[in-house]
């Protein structure tokens, strides 16, 4: 079971004596004064058909203010973890009980429910309240362009060909415990991890070569994944289970087979790829390259921030690509 809110504040309930403590405090009385807002989160967190009874889990207002301590202070999953073990106000802004202390894979796990599309439409809740209190004032924006990394390595070919290979091959590994359909497959992720260090240490003359071996290897690893698909189909007795597996493969073997086609295009054929076609990511897909000047590089999204002349942000537009700053228009 999920309660919506946590009933009764403790008595323990304490922030500290520090410009961040009274941050806190402030942000809390704000949220409590807009309750509405957990009615747009719950959709995400509470299942439906869920029963009345048993453990109680996180509560969606802790799960929705825990995104909030993570987001503010930028930490990890681990770290928020021992802060919400360790001090008395962060439970207390996250509104947890005595002897709840939520483990890093229990955070991640809620919180990454949260849809975007979630989060959209509780800004755009505060921001109509904010605006129709006049606490926003429109009749003078600034608009800024920037860019949201996303949490990738940068990229290269190689080592996107070799993710492809392992990760299919540990779906292939993995699918007896998760299924009950053991795939009697050769594993070549030992021989896609030599080829793929031999191409990023190699010299330039050498590279060609290696390609000519990893790529083939990834195209067996793709025939694999289809024989797989049509046996696990056969033999799995649990049709959800076996559709959800088959998805999945589906979803990397497609990424797979994208990473194959640049790197040939790029390798053998000589073509200067276009940053709108090619994959950077195969576990942040959506990533784009952001070229800033004639050099600087980034991988994330380009973001265009709205603000009035207090600074509070009263627009975010995430666009797609890499467009020039003088092209968004911003909707009266």
Known sequence: MRENRTAQASIFDFYSQHEFGDFLAGLSCLLDDHPEILKLVEGDLVTAGAQPTGRKGLAVESIFRCLLLKQITGVSYEMLAFHLSDSLSYRTFARLDRDCRPGKSALQANIRRMTPATLQAVFETLSV????????????????????????APPLDSQLLDDGIRVLSRYFAKSGCRTGVKLRLTDYRSASRSLSARIFYGKKAEKESWYKELIPLARRVIEQSRKAIAQMAEQCRSKAVAQRWIEEVSYFRDLLEQVINQTERRVFHGEQVPASEKLVSLFEPHTDIIIKGQRDIDYGHKINLASDKRGLITAVMIEEGNPKDAEPEVSP
């Open 129 to 152: 309240k904010a605006f129709a209190q006049g606490t926003i004032e429109i009749d003078l924006l600034r608009l800024d362009s920037s860019v949201v990394k996303s949490n990738i």
